[in-house]
C-alpha cells in the first residue's frame, strides 16, 4: 500500500494532501488528520498507511500556508484559526466528508479542535496528540521567536528552524532524508517563511483555549488523548486535567515520547489509535 498525493483548489486556495485508500472493508469512516507547526502532513507517514490497512480511507492535508499547500500573502488569508477554520470547512466539503473521525497534533491542531465545535455533526471522535488544551498553555519561547518583529522575519526564511524545531519538540534526531522533506518549502519560497510568520502573529491562542476548555465540557463523542510526556512545551498534566473534565475521554501516556509523537513513536500510537476509530465506526 502506497501513500498518494493530490491537489485540490478550494475558494482559490490549492490544498495538498496526502490519501491512503483503505484496503479490503469500505463500511468504516474517514479519518482527517491535521499537523501543528513547523510541521505538515508529512508527519504521519507512518500513520496513513496503517489506517488504511485496517478499511479506513485516511486523509493528511497540509495546512494553507505549510508544506505543498498554497501560501497566500497576509492580505489574502488572515492566518487567524478563524481563517484556518472556514479554508478547512471548505476542504471537507470539497472532499465529500459527510463524517469522520479527527486527529490533531501541536500548535494548529487546536484548530482542528475548534473546528469540531463548530461542526460537531461532522465528527465521530477525536484523538489528540500533545495539542494545546488549555488555557495554561503557552506558544513556547523558540517559536514565540518567529513572530517577533524584525527577528522573526529573518528567522522564519532560514529552514534549519524546521530542524531545531521538529528535534527540540520531539527530543530526538530526525533523519536527513526526512528533515528534506520538510525543509523543501522553505527552500523553494520565501512565502513559506512569511505564511509562518504570519501564523504565529495570528494563533490567539488565549482566546482558543477558551472556546476549547469551554466547549468540551460538553462534549459526547469519544476522546482519545495520546500524550508524550517528555514535550517541553505542553505538559502531561495539562492532559490529565483535560480527560477529567471531559465526559467521554480517555488518557494514554506515552513515556520517553516528545512533542511529535508520530515522528518517532508510531507503532506505540497505533496500538491505541487504530481500534479507537475503528470501534467509533462500528457504531455507526
Known sequence: MSLTEHKITVDSQEWFYRLAEPIGRTDLLPVVLLHGLVSQSYSWRNILPALAQQGTKAIAPDWIGFGFS?????????????????????????????????????FLGSVGLQ???????????IAILNTPISSTAKLPWKIQQMGLPFA??????????????LEGGSRYVIADKDLDVYRKPFLKTSAAGRALLSTIRNLQLAKAMSEIETGFQDWQQPI?????????????????????????????????????PQEHYHETILEDLLSFVRRAEEKQ
Open 70 to 106: 498554497a501560501k497566500p500573502e497576509k492580505r489574502d488569508f488572515a492566518y487567524t484559526p478563524d481563517a484556518f477554520i472556514t479554508a478547512l470547512a471548505g476542504f471537507i466539503q470539497a472532499l465529500e466528508l459527510e463524517r469522520f473521525s479527527l486527529v490533531v497534533q501541536g
Open 115 to 125: 473546528y469540531a465545535l463548530r461542526h460537531p455533526e461532522q465528527i465521530a471522535n
Open 152 to 165: 522573526g522575519d529573518m528567522m522564519t526564511q532560514d529552514p534549519l528552524l524546521v530542524d531545531r524545531t
Open 224 to 260: 482519545l488523548i495520546q500524550w508524550g510526556v517528555i514535550d517541553p512545551w505542553l505538559s502531561v498534566d495539562m492532559a490529565e486535567n483535560f480527560a477529567k473534565s471531559v465526559p467521554n475521554g480517555e488518557l494514554v501516556k506515552l513515556n520517553n515520547v516528545g512533542h511529535y
